[in-house]
């Protein structure tokens, strides 16, 4: 069993900053990229900011320079700081990893966390 476990959203003002937290747990034998993705109402989910396992990342336009993707490999953990917060970031915020598990077919899988939600409003 593996668990993706996402924490940190929550309601913040125009301009201010959350730090969501992903912890990923259970039978797992390595970690490939991980990353972070959005769902606004109603609009599919797409990629906010994604980060490999040798630490390259990757950002939607629309977060460059506001938000940063960071992962403690030893902790199986990645962060996404968010700051300049807008009232169009709020969603949904989803966890992600591709990794492989420590029992059965070593091939890679892919996990979502359960999201958490964060909105921005004044």
């Known amino acids: 069993q593996v668990q993706l476990v996402e924490s940190g959203g929550g309601l913040v003002q125009p301009g201010g900053s959350l730090r969501l937290s992903c912890v990923a747990s259970?039978?797992?034998?390595?970690?490939?990229?991980m990353g972070w993705y959005l769902q606004a109402p109603g609009k599919q989910r797409e990629l906010v900011a994604r980060?490999?396992?040798?630490?390259?990342?990757t950002y939607a336009d629309s977060v460059q320079g506001r938000f940063t993707i960071s992962r403690d490999n030893a902790k199986n953990t990645v962060y996404l700081q968010m700051n300049s917060l807008k009232p169009e970031d709020t969603a949904v915020y989803y966890c992600?990893?591709?990794?492989?598990?420590?029992?059965?077919?070593?091939?890679?899988?892919?996990?979502w966390g359960q999201g958490t939600q964060v909105t921005v409003s004044s």
């Open positions: 992600n990893a591709d990794l492989r598990r420590s029992s059965g077919p070593r091939i890679v899988y892919t996990y």
């Open positions: 259970g039978s797992i034998l390595s970690i490939n990229a």
């Open positions: 980060i490999t396992s040798g630490g390259s990342t």
